[in-house]
């Protein structure tokens, strides 16, 4: 009997020293940590681009020659929206003022206060784009028109209300070139559709000018071109009056009649980069020109 009890102490013993080497060895368990380690990316637009100041283009319009759009992005939470809605009998400026905020992306502004219409715009450098009421970009062969380029400020356009008074010395003191119409002798490079070669390495290639006096010159190929031009840069509006020309004759003068015959045509512009389109109302431009240095 002494045998078995000491026995079976041992055997208790024995238990629980195991449960406390078990509970020992659980108390020790590592336990993975589920938290989610967020990596917050600071380089994102609304941080990384001066994107404040005027914007302006003329958008398609389902029942219109087009919307005429300026957004001015005031200062880091305001915007003033302004459309027109082009070749309707009564033309009114519809005006909206509000508050914006970016998606969580941090690439796009949402308009506070928009009911019927588009309230989303991707912001590029020195553009926005339109999207659509879902916030999904429009593609097809109308999708360059949706983009609003950023404009220098001028008398007639809006103005910000402080602190973004300063736009115009952000542009003087970008190293980024900026073109505009006026000041830029403009190198035709494609024209209804079709690329405008040098075959004549010697001769000097066709081109646009338009001068401070409301008067252009421009060259296409063969005959110097002159005449008189009304501009409305707040709404990209252009319109050429048939002029007077030089009166050479040339073997080919297909491409200069189809310039001359072009500028009667259109009526606005738009300007991307160093590129720039000659437009009649909604369709294709009609001529693509790129800004010589």
């Known amino acids: 009997m ?56 003329i958008v398609p ?16 939470s305001s915007y003033v929206l302004k459309t ?7 033309i009114k ?11 969580e992306v941090g690439n796009t502004i949402i308009l506070a206060g928009i009911e019927n219409g588009p309230a989303q715009y991707f912001v590029g450098e020195n553009y926005v784009v339109q999207l659509d009421r879902e916030g999904n970009k ?67 290639m066709p081109f646009l000018q338009l001068n401070a006096d409301n008067r252009y010159a421009a060259y296409a190929g063969c005959n110097n071109l002159m005449g008189v031009y009304e501009l409305k840069e707040n709404a990209l509006r252009i319109k050429f009056t048939k002029g007077a020309s030089t009166m050479m004759a040339c073997p080919d003068m297909g491409t200069e009649q189809e310039f001359a015959k072009m500028l009667e045509t259109v009526d606005n512009y738009s300007i991307k980069g160093n590129q720039m389109t000659l437009n009649k109302a909604r369709m294709a431009p009609l001529a693509r020109f790129e800004a010589m240095k």
């Open 138 to 204: 429009i593609t097809g062969d109308l999708a360059e028109k949706y983009i609003l380029q950023r404009q220098t400020v001028s008398e007639d356009a809006p103005q910000p209300p402080a602190p973004s008074q300063t736009i115009s010395n952000q542009y003087k003191s970008s190293k980024e070139v900026v073109y505009t119409i006026k000041d830029t002798k403009w190198k035709l490079v494609e024209l209804n559709g079709k690329a405008i070669e040098n075959k004549n390495k010697s001769s000097k």
């Open 93 to 103: 400026i519809n005006e909206q003022k509000g508050t914006y905020t970016w998606n």
């Open 2 to 57: 002494k045998k078995i009890a000491i026995a079976c102490s041992s055997i208790l013993v024995l238990i629980i020293g195991c449960d406390k080497k078990e509970k020992i060895v659980n108390s020790n368990e590592i336990v993975p940590d589920t938290t989610d380690v967020v990596v917050i990316d600071e380089h994102i637009t609304k941080n990384s681009l001066d994107y404040l100041g005027m914007y302006q283009g």
């Open 61 to 76: 319009c389902a029942d219109c020659e087009g919307i005429e759009t300026t957004l001015v992005l005031a200062d880091e």
């Open 84 to 90: 027109k809605y082009l070749g309707k009998k009564d």
